[in-house]
């Protein structure tokens, strides 16, 4: 029983804190108005996998950082030149011709896409492990059990792929007036700006804790 509670409150919180636009957010909005609604489900479900090693890191907590400082660094480091170089790549890739010829075959890289986008969110472990110290607060909600992590990790990974499975429908159906007021190309701007602004970010962080 409290497995479930778990992994409804779990969702719940995943559904509503992932709604802001990020990354994954606006690539799946954009493969929509490519007309691409599959691709557009295989990113929100590659950016909802990562949810689960994320939330497993968050559940171990300081134990885990503290086992592997030097990687985490590393790690930190070579994705400040990848961010900043997709948005490079991104403001100077040119719009499509006819954007309702429906791209093939991007399964694979959609879902490798997504899973992308939501790893180099480095403010996931974080944002969960700040929630599941407050769930410690409330007996109903500790999690003290293999079952009780299972059902936080569902819960974290299923929310968030529900509210990109939203955004996609939501995006479809208003795909219209959406192509009417906003272009491609701006989508492209945006997260090619998006994906600079947070490699910046990265950088400064990094080089004022080192």
Request: aromatic share 14%; hydrophobic share 50%.
């Amino acid at each position: 029983m409290k497995t479930i509670i778990l992994f409804f409150v779990t969702f719940f919180i995943s559904f509503v804190g992932s709604i802001h636009p990020g990354p994954v957010n606006l690539s799946v909005i954009q493969s929509v108005l490519r007309k691409n609604f599959p691709a557009a489900l295989w990113i929100g479900l590659g950016g909802a996998l990562v949810e689960i090693p994320y939330g497993y890191l968050a559940l171990q907590g300081i134990h885990f950082v503290e086992r592997y400082p030097t990687g985490l660094k590393l790690l930190q480091l070579i994705v400040i030149p990848i961010l900043i170089l997709l948005g490079v790549l991104a403001l100077l890739r040119k719009p499509q011709v006819n954007p309702e010829i429906p791209q093939t075959k991007t399964s694979q890289l959609s879902f490798l896409k997504g899973a992308f986008l939501s790893l180099i969110n480095g403010q996931l472990p974080i944002y969960w492990f700040a929630i599941l110290l407050n769930y410690q607060v409330y007996p109903w909600l500790r999690v003290e059990t293999g079952w009780h992590q299972a059902g936080f990790v569902a819960g974290a990974s299923v929310g968030s792929f529900a509210l990109q499975c939203t955004y996609a429908t939501l995006a479809r159906k208003y795909q219209d007036r959406l192509m009417k007021y906003l272009k491609i190309e701006w989508m492209e701007r945006i997260i090619g700006l998006l994906f600079i602004a947070v490699g910046i970010w990265q950088a400064l962080l990094f080089f004022w804790k080192s």
